[in-house]
């Protein structure tokens, strides 16, 4: 294989692979990735075996095409702390010669053939979505997923795809996140009613493909995986087994204290109350009083802390406490100046919306 | 290599390929039985089996058809759905990285290679397969993590569990999963195995006779013969000191028996580099135990019934010699200190010590005549 690449684009290439690439392995070759040398175009595969990432890059003259195997970690460090425009990649029987201006690095690589096969795209779209969208879907959701829950599901974010609009559902038991996005068509055949349960690292790894705002992702259901596709970029992920919660039911729907905020000078408030909270005591107190809200926490060792915000509103007088990082972690993802807080009872659970496509449910804390 | 080229384990695979036959096969297994007779041999088999995308099926015997895709993945060992499990994982797990390896299977490995993988639906295969090796070494916080996926793992799933010491397990997971037994290996296949290593022949025998049925103990000696670890020269040794030893020898012989230990499993850990040392001297030490109790087991056959074929025929004078000076009552009682003292080495007891008051208790009886 004889490659000689344009260096930035490499280097952006491989800043999305190798977050594919898994840091702990006993398996060495996974902590590789293959580069794949065509006549005109280059393509780059990491996997971990339950994700799978391949880069195309277009931006390379191929002299000879080929195929090598190398370490992930020295091939990024190479080409991150190189200053060459240009760097030529010659690789045969497992080394690997990368040559810049002043500079020359011997590689030993693996056998192509043992690596692990990373899936293409092929074929028809089973759906289509704008990727600027998806990516704030993601944000809005990913966050609220379970992080070593037991009850696999929720380490994942649910796909639910109703008529043109595709639900990204996550939640850890305490607090739960959903974010609409728009298709662009109608789902396949294939594809609708589904509900697919999907990785996080695979959600967290979409989220980082660099987006410019026509982008559009097409994304297709082959046996156990989910193979989406943007640009240059193809990711492949196995599905998470497993039943999410219905979690229609916890979503209140009969709520009738409705109170519109304005998104940062609440963060701000939440953020100042929680500066006293301690190990014991972690909520903050939220207490509508007649013309303002109150946030306020209570220590016993520490001391406590009162922001009080006013705000117009028609709602009976209520206290309800949250934990503030939960509420504040909603607050960060909000982009609307006003969000609704709709409260019921202290001992049910908090509801925020933000537009027509994010709901976040909170539980309370008892704060008795 | 396919399930039909196991040999000697014929009730267990038959168990297995029947099951298979009437769609019954169960989704937990344990395999049981002494060490080295084949029990990972059968599960990877077992595991090929399942995984491959074409299986055959000749004379009602399924098996893998050894050239599809999964197939050649499986025998390059990286087969995305077959997770074999062990200790030695756990310089991979989250905080592992400072981590020596344990001697219990760390549940830290059972959590984030078993637990948090069965969940993610099989890559390539229809199925999923986890094998635990050493799974006698689960403790019991591990083998309570493992129930709820035992119970009820999800339909592409099938785990094993190789274990030697059933009772180890909790009756929890016994009960959770079908118990496989596996047996002793002839000693002809075995003597015939070792042969064409290139092991000298009255090696050969000795070592197929001390592994009393255990195929991968015999190897495993015999890899450490053939690299100069001298076990069979120390075994000689041993046998010889045996057979003169008196009470005042013990604490220099159980000297020696240790500087033995520590030469051989030196030798042991250059070969195997994956295994962990502890695990190492912990088998080089129950070898030398093993040929003390065979030395006394020769002695007692010798004086009950000389006929007999004996495990040390090329020291037969010396055996002769120890059997004169030992009745088999006592012969039979020297033997059950030995495997107490085997039990010690399981149980983190300094090895110099365990040796010294082996030796003692052998010598303590004023019977041994001088």
Known sequence: MKVNFNRTALADALALVTSAVPSRTPKPILKCVRITADKKEVRIYATDLEVGINHLITEVQVEQPGDIVIPADRLSAIVRESVDEVLAMQADEGTCQITGADSHFTVYGQQASQYPAVPGFDGEADIEINLENLQLGIEQSLFAAAKESTRYALNGVLWEIKGKKLSLVATDGRRLARAKVNLLSAPGEKIEAKKLVIPAKTMALLDKIGSSDKDVVAVKLVDNQIIISCENVVISSNLIEGNFPKYEDIIPSDYTKKLTLPTEAVASAVRRSALLTSEESRGIKLSVGKKSLIFSCRAPETGDAQIELPVEHKVEPIEIGFSPQFFIDALRVIKTPEFDLELDQPDRPGLIKSGANFIYVLMPINLG | ?370
């Open chain 2, 1 to 370: 290599m396919s399930l039909k080229e196991i040999f000697c384990q014929d009730k267990a695979i038959d168990i297995l390929q029947k099951a298979l036959v009437a769609d019954k096969a169960a989704h937990a297994y344990i395999f049981t039985g002494p060490e080295g007779v084949g029990k990972l041999k059968t599960a990877k088999q077992r595991a090929k089996l399942l995984l491959c995308k074409n299986p055959t099926n000749e004379n009602n015997f399924a098996d893998s058809c050894d050239s599809c895709e999964s197939c050649q993945l499986f025998d390059a060992g990286s087969h995305p759905d077959f997770n074999p499990i062990y200790k030695e994982l756990i310089q991979f797990t989250k905080d592992g990285k400072t981590k020596t390896t344990p001697v219990d299977m760390p549940i830290d490995v059972i959590r984030e290679f078993l637990i948090a993988k069965v969940p993610t639906k099989p890559t390539l295969s229809k199925k999923r397969i986890f094998v635990v090796t050493e799974a006698e070494k689960l403790n019991a916080s591990s083998q309570n993590s493992l129930l709820k996926i035992l119970e009820e793992p999800p339909e592409y799933c099938t785990i094993i569990l190789l274990c030697t010491r059933l009772e180890k397990l909790l009756p929890t997971t016994k009960s959770r999963c079908q118990t496989i037994r596996f047996g002793p290996i002839d000693e002809n296949i075995i003597i015939e195995k070792l042969k064409q290593t290139g092991l000298a022949p009255e090696k050969t025998e000795y070592f197929a006779r001390l592994a009393q049925g255990s195929l991968g103990q015999a190897e495993q000696w015999a890899k450490l013969e053939l690299a100069e670890a001298n076990l069979y020269e120390t075994k000689k040794q041993l046998i010889d000191s045996l057979a003169q030893y008196q009470y005042a020898d013990a604490l220099e012989l159980a000297q020696w028996i240790s500087n033995q230990i520590k030469s051989t499993a030196a030798v042991w850990i250059k070969l195997d580099e994956n295994t962990s040392t502890t695990d190492i001297k912990r088998r080089t030490a129950k070898i030398i135990i093993q040929i003390i109790i065979s030395a006394l087991h020769d002695a007692m056959t010798c004086s009950v019934t000389p006929q007999k074929p004996i495990f040390n025929s090329d020291q037969l004078q010396k055996i002769k010699i120890l059997a004169n000076r030992l009745d088999p009552e006592l012969a039979a009682e020297k033997i059950s200190v030995c495997y107490k003292s085997m039990r010690w080495i399981e149980a983190n007891v300094n090895e110099k010590l365990i040796f010294e008051q082996l030796l003692l208790n052998l010598a303590v009886s004023d019977t041994i005549k001088l």
